[in-house]
């Protein structure tokens, strides 16, 4: 079992930054490759940023390349996500998710553990 927690969201001005955080304890996070997803009222919960298990692939939604950043500090296992350049269409739920044996990261069925979310606003 993982247990995932994060953190760091709020409320932001347009073309503002953020950093969120996702904490996991339980088994070694190393372990997982884990990516970042939202979900917007209304909308099916989308792909957002993965990265894979040593750090050294990362992957991002069309959306977002270029103004998100996915990072991981295996020795904390903590897995961040930098937005910059935010917008109001980015306002959604975050969640942090973590899978193992990942084919396709875009995917929300690859991953196992789920965090419970933090909420990004970004008002037009």
């Known amino acids: 079992q993982v247990q995932l927690v994060e953190s760091g969201g709020g409320l932001v001005q347009a073309g503002g930054s953020l950093r969120l955080s996702c904490a996991a304890s339980?088994?070694?996070?190393?372990?997982?490759?884990m990516g970042w997803f939202r979900q917007a009222p209304g909308k099916e919960r989308e792909f957002v940023a993965a990265?894979?298990?040593?750090?050294?692939?990362?992957y991002y939604a069309d959306s977002v390349k270029g103004r998100f950043t996915i990072s991981r500090d295996n020795a904390k296992n903590t897995v961040y996500l930098q937005m910059n350049s935010l917008k109001p269409e980015d306002t959604a739920v975050y969640y942090c998710?973590?899978?193992?044996?990942?084919?396709?990261?875009?995917?929300?069925?690859?991953?196992?553990?789920w965090g419970q979310g933090t909420q990004v606003t970004v008002p037009s």
């Open positions: 998710a973590a899978g193992r044996g990942i084919a396709e990261p875009t995917t929300v069925s690859e991953y196992d553990y």
């Open positions: 339980g088994r070694t996070s190393s372990n997982y490759a």
């Open positions: 990265i894979s298990r040593s750090g050294s692939n990362t």
